[in-house]
Each structure stands twice: as structure tokens, then as C-alpha cells.
């Protein structure tokens, strides 16, 4: 099943403008966005390292 975080348009503006505003807002609401959780939770450990490794998250 395809999660909407894997076509997320904030995601999206994030990963082009991670200093923006929107990317901010967007990178502070994975912390608690239980869509992301689920999200996150569904991927293969290799893809987590990477999920971490990419947006700074340590969460899970």
C-alpha cells in the first residue's frame, strides 16, 4: 500500500528547500504526524538508516 508521505508535496519542498519555511514547518511535523510514523514503521531497516540520515531524525 503506497503511503501519501511517499508523494508529499511538503516533503517535496522540503527536499528542495529544506531551509524554507514550509521546509521547516514540514520537517518539525514528522515528529508527532502519526501518518509519518506509520509511514516510517512500514520501511525496511536499510531504508529507515536512510530516512534518519536524511531528514535528521531520531524519533524512532
Do not use: V
Not at 522540503?14 to 510514523?37: A, E, M, T, V
Request: aromatic letters at 20%; a positive charge.
Amino acid at each position: 500500500m503506497a503511503h501519501a508521505c511517499e508523494n508529499c508535496k511538503f516533503r517535496a519542498h522540503y527536499d528542495q528547500k529544506p531551509d524554507s519555511l514550509l521546509g521547516k514547518f514540514w520537517r518539525w511535523h514528522i515528529n508527532f504526524c502519526p501518518g509519518w510514523k506509520r509511514y516510517f514503521n512500514s520501511r525496511t531497516d536499510e531504508q529507515k538508516e536512510e530516512l534518519r540520515k536524511k531528514y535528521n531524525f531520531t524519533k524512532y
